[in-house]
């Protein structure tokens, strides 16, 4: 086994090992309980929370991605590094042409991480919404 596949089997089974506990605990502090009152729709509604809180993981980990890797990118970019250089060489650049590079740096980065703030806005509306249903669940959205 090569030691890549044997850092990728460990992570997998990591995190396997971590969902695992956090279903586990799932279950023994919200569903069987409520299942033992005869709560079904209580219990149906918190497991409905439960995986919409879960599915918002998604598009989080995936405008995190986005953001690391289209960050990466525009800083691989010339044209970009030349406008970061006369940002951090302002003394030797006139001051407007510094506060026009500003800008154009502040667009380019808005341009490359407004996609993943998006997707980053998904995520979190889908969170918002199942921890609702959760606390409807629980019967303690007015607290």
Request: proline share 3%.
């Amino acid at each position: 086994m090569t030691k890549g596949r044997f850092v990728r089997s460990f992570l997998l089974l990591l995190a396997l090992g971590f969902l695992g506990t956090i279903l586990w605990s799932f279950w023994v502090d919200s569903l069987r309980p409520l299942i033992r009152q005869g709560n079904y729709v209580a219990a149906i509604a918190e497991m409905g929370g439960f995986l919409l809180v879960l599915a918002a993981l998604g598009p989080m980990v995936y405008s995190a991605y986005l953001i690391i890797r289209d960050t990466r990118l525009l800083w691989a970019n010339p044209h970009f590094q030349q406008k970061v250089y006369i940002v951090q060489h302002r003394k030797e650049f006139p001051a407007e042409v510094v506060r026009r590079t500003r800008w154009e740096n502040l667009v380019s980065l808005w341009q490359v991480w407004r996609p993943a703030l998006l997707w980053m806005g998904l995520g979190w509306g889908v969170l918002i919404v199942g921890s609702l249903l959760i606390r409807l669940a629980e019967g303690d959205l007015s607290k």
